[in-house]
């Protein structure tokens, strides 16, 4: 029993060890890095809910939900974008008017909206009322959710108060360097949160576990496992923020870490009700010894929306 419990152990070992790094270096370099970082593993996990969906008899719009969930996607870096192309055509003189990033998502969601009620209206297809709804709500439960992490990277290099946290209100070169810098540490330390608060649990629960936390929607799980992971969590946190998040305050990162250490793990709960209502293990097999993109990522796609709207709206604000 205990070998089938880590047998696959070795393979998520040696996957981790190639991913991890390059997930960091990404995070860290931010800009359109970070941003294609994010969308692929935003696209890659739609598939996966939409593949889950058609296991239930729904058809949802593949492509299209995929297609406009990148354009939301590119809407949480739409600063970075919209200041990038003024600068290029103002170089040959031309002046650019651009939507505002707001008025960019709006337009992008209303536009998904009218595309999927049209397309399904001659696409003549059974259950079009699951059809509309699964692939709306796709798009509004995965691709806005991660879209929020991008978000969250791009406060640090467009949003920071830098007269908060600097005696000279005047950002130079230096203090915008460390601000990016900044950036990229607490969407790493999200990360690094995360995946200890998802280690300890497993090692808690293999180890310690006798209560069941919710046997009907993933048996494995328990509640001795979410407590080692809960605690783990807002250790990680607090060591971040003593290491390399200066401008955190320490009751903000216990916040942000009692934030991972629930709804991150709820999160998990949520994608694994998903795949029970689909009865299958895994949302699809695409990473070796882990599962789907989405089973990987099912705690982070809960939980960006919540640290970006607490970051951006408490604790920079």
């Given at each position: 029993?205990?070998?089938?419990?880590?047998?696959?152990?070795?393979?998520?070992?040696a996957v981790a060890a190639l991913a991890i790094p390059a997930i960091i270096l990404l995070t860290l370099q931010g800009g359109y890095w970070f941003f294609g970082l994010v969308a692929l593993i935003s696209s890659v996990s739609l598939i996966e809910f939409y593949k889950l969906s058609e296991r239930k008899g729904a058809l949802p719009l593949i492509k299209l939900g995929v297609f406009f969930g990148l354009l939301v996607n590119l809407a949480f870096i739409y600063e970075r974008l919209q200041l990038d192309l003024y600068k290029f055509f103002a170089d040959m003189g031309i002046r650019l008017s651009m939507f505002s990033q707001l008025q960019f998502l709006l337009v992008v969601l209303l536009l998904f909206i009218l595309a999927v009620l049209l397309t399904e209206l001659f696409r003549n297809k059974e259950s079009s009322t699951l059809n509309i709804a699964l692939t709306v709500f796709g798009v509004l439960g995965i691709s806005v959710f991660f879209g929020t992490l991008i978000g969250l990277r791009e406060v640090f290099p467009y949003g920071f108060p830098v007269y908060k946290f600097f005696s000279v209100a005047v950002a130079d070169t230096?203090?915008?360097?460390?601000?990016?810098?900044?950036?990229?540490?607490?969407?790493?330390?999200?990360?690094?949160?995360?995946?200890?608060?998802?280690?300890?649990a497993y090692f808690g629960g293999v180890s310690l576990g006798r209560h069941k936390l919710m046997e009907r929607v993933s048996p494995g799980k328990t509640w001795e496992g979410a407590v080692f992971g809960f605690v783990f969590a807002i250790l990680t946190m607090v060591l971040a923020q003593k290491t390399v998040l200066e401008y955190l305050p320490l009751h903000h990162a216990v916040v942000v870490g009692v934030f991972v250490g629930v709804f991150g793990q709820l999160g998990d709960l949520v994608e694994s009700r998903f795949k029970r209502d689909a009865d299958v293990k895994d949302s699809s097999s695409i990473i070796p010894g882990h599962g789907g993109m989405y089973d990987r990522f099912d705690s982070l796609v809960f939980l960006s929306p919540i640290v970006y709207l607490y970051i951006d709206f408490v604790v920079l604000s």
């Open positions: 029993m205990e070998k089938s419990r880590f047998s696959s152990l070795p393979t998520r070992v230096i203090q915008l360097e460390q601000i990016n810098r900044w950036g990229g540490y607490t969407v790493v330390s999200l990360f690094a949160s995360i995946w200890i608060c998802d280690t300890a």
